[in-house]
C-alpha cells in the first residue's frame, strides 16, 4: 500500500490511502477539536461544523481536518494561531445557542469537553431564538435548543441505521432539525434503535431516564460494562452504563456484527432486569397447592402457591423429581431442550447432562426449528449447514434475495446492512436500480424501503 510522506507540525508522518489529516493526527497522538465528526464505523465525515480546521502552508484559506486527505510533501499545522484562532471562533458561535453548562441538558457532552478544551466556555456573542423540547418519545427526549445542527443525528439514521425519519427542515435561521415532516419524534415513524442519541454530541438528543423533568441531567453512571447483546441471535456488542448496580442505558460497541449499531431492544429493553416481578431466588410449590392450569398465580404475589428456598435445596427437589421419573418410566420420559440464548460452551454442558445424567438421547434446541429451513438450503447448496459469511458481506453483495424472512422486524440490525447496500447502490446506479428481492407472503419494511424491492408470495 502507497503511503502518502507529508509534514504535521513539523514532523514527518506517513498517511495511508484514503486517510485524512484528522485521521493520521489521532494516530499521532494529536487531538483536533471535532463535532460533526464521528470517528466511529460507517460515518463519514461532512465537514460542516469547521471546528477541526487546520491551517495547510502555501493556501490561502483553512481547512477542514476531518475531511481533507494530504499530499505528498504537505506542510499540516494543527496548533498555528490561525488554526487556533479559528477553533476559537467556532466554539464561542455555537457556545452563544446554548443553554447554560451548568442547566444544560447534558453538562458531560462532548461538545463541553471540547469547550473546555479550547477554553472557550462563554461567549459574547447573542444568542438565537430557539425550538421548545420534546418528550413525546418514551424513550428519548428531544431539546433541539443544544442542537449545532451538526448534521450526526441525519447521518446516523439516514446513513448508518437507514431508517430516514430524521432531516434537515426549512432555511436559513430558521433551519431545524425535524422527523418526518416536523412531527414530534413519539409520533413520527422512529423506530427507537436510539442510533440519534448515541452520535449526538450536544445532549439535544438523550435517553429519558437521565433527565429531570426540567430536561436537565441528573443522573451518571459509576461504571460501565462491556456485554452482549441478550435478545436475538445478531450477536450485537453493547457497554451497559451502570449506576448503583442498576442498568440505564446501553450503548453499542464496535463489534463485528454490529459496528456500534443496536436496535430498539438492544438499546432500551433492559429494565426486565430490574421489574418486580423478576423472580431472583428459587421457588418451590407449597404441599397445599396442586398444579391446575385454571389456577393464575398473581406475578406481583406468587407467595399464594409457593416458597423461597435456596439454591441447594431446590436443585435437590428438581433432581429428585427427575430421578423419580427416570426410575419409574425409563430415560426415554425424560427430554432436555436448549436454548439459543446460552454460549456455546453453555449447549455443551446441557447436552452433556441430558445425555450423561438423564441417561437419555432426547436433547434438542430451539435453533433447530427456526434455522431448519436455512440449515437445508446450505447444505445442498453448498454442502454445509453453518452460516458462510458475516451480516456485513451484505455491502459486497450484487443481489440480496430474502426467503421466508423478515430481518428488519427479527434482526434488525443485520438489515441494516441490506439497506445500506441498497442504498448505495441507488446512489451508484444511474438508473436507480438496486437488486433486492423479498420472498415472503406479506409486504415487509425491507420491500417498502427501496423502490427496486419486491415482495412476493
Known amino acids: 500500500m502507497t503511503k502518502i510522506k507529508f509534514e504535521l507540525d513539523g514532523k514527518q508522518v506517513e498517511a495511508n490511502a484514503g486517510e485524512t489529516i484528522w485521521q493520521v493526527a489521532k494516530r499521532q497522538g494529536r487531538e483536533i477539536p471535532h463535532l460533526c465528526y464521528s470517528p466511529e464505523p460507517d460515518y463519514r465525515p461532512d465537514g460542516s461544523c469547521r471546528a477541526c480546521m487546520v491551517e495547510i502552508e502555501g493556501e490561502r484559506v483553512l481547512a477542514a481536518s476531518c475531511k481533507r486527505t494530504p499530499s505528498v510533501g504537505m506542510k499540516v499545522k494543527t496548533e498555528s494561531a490561525r488554526a487556533v484562532a479559528a477553533q476559537k471562533m467556532v466554539m464561542e458561535l455555537l457556545v452563544a445557542d446554548q443553554p447554560a453548562r451548568a442547566t444544560s441538558h447534558d453538562p458531560d457532552s462532548k461538545f463541553w469537553h471540547w469547550a473546555e478544551k479550547v477554553e472557550v466556555t462563554e461567549s459574547r456573542f447573542p444568542a438565537a431564538e430557539r425550538w421548545q423540547g420534546d418528550t413525546s418519545h418514551p424513550a428519548m427526549s428531544v431539546n433541539l435548543d443544544a442542537c449545532i445542527q451538526c448534521g450526526l443525528c441525519v447521518r446516523a439514521c439516514r446513513e448508518v441505521q437507514v431508517n430516514d ?36 454530541p450536544t445532549g439535544a438528543l438523550m435517553p429519558s431516564v437521565m433527565l429531570d423533568e426540567n430536561q436537565t441531567r441528573v443522573t451518571y453512571a459509576d461504571r460501565k460494562v462491556d456485554s452482549l447483546c441478550p435478545f436475538c441471535g445478531v450477536g450485537c456488542q453493547v457497554t451497559y452504563q451502570v449506576k448503583d448496580e442498576k442498568v440505564i442505558y446501553a450503548e453499542g460497541r464496535d463489534g463485528p456484527a454490529n459496528h456500534n449499531r443496536l436496535c430498539v431492544k438492544g438499546r432500551f429493553g433492559f429494565d426486565y432486569i430490574h421489574h418486580p416481578h423478576r423472580l431472583t431466588k428459587p421457588l418451590v410449590r407449597l404441599p397445599n397447592a396442586k398444579k391446575d392450569a385454571n389456577d393464575q398465580v398473581d406475578p406481583a404475589n406468587p407467595f399464594t402457591h409457593f416458597r423461597e428456598a435456596s439454591w441447594e435445596e431446590a436443585l435437590d427437589i428438581a433432581a429428585k423429581g427427575l430421578v423419580k421419573i427416570r426410575d419409574e418410566k425409563g430415560v426415554k420420559a425424560l427430554a432436555g431442550f436448549g436454548s439459543a440464548k446460552g454460549s456455546n460452551e453453555e449447549a455443551y454442558l446441557f447436552q452433556k447432562l441430558v445425555r450423561t445424567g438423564f441417561g437419555s438421547n432426547n436433547v434438542d434446541h430451539c435453533t433447530r426449528l427456526c434455522h431448519a429451513s436455512s440449515v437445508a438450503a446450505l447444505m445442498e447448496g453448498l454442502n454445509s449447514g453453518a452460516v458462510s459469511a458475516p451480516f456485513a458481506a451484505a455491502m459486497d453483495a450484487e443481489v440480496i434475495i430474502v426467503i421466508g424472512a423478515n430481518p428488519t422486524v427479527n434482526h434488525p440490525v443485520a438489515a441494516t446492512y441490506h439497506q445500506e447496500r441498497r442504498q448505495a447502490r441507488r446512489q451508484a446506479d444511474r438508473d436507480g436500480s438496486a437488486p433486492a428481492v423479498a420472498v415472503a407472503p406479506r409486504l415487509q419494511a425491507s420491500a417498502r424501503s427501496s423502490p427496486a424491492a419486491t415482495s412476493r408470495c
Open 165 to 200: 425519519v430524521i432531516g434537515m427542515a426549512y432555511r436559513s435561521h430558521e433551519a431545524k432539525i425535524v422527523f418526518d415532516f416536523d412531527d414530534p419524534m413519539g409520533e413520527s415513524t422512529c423506530v427507537a434503535c436510539g442510533e440519534c442519541v448515541q452520535a449526538c
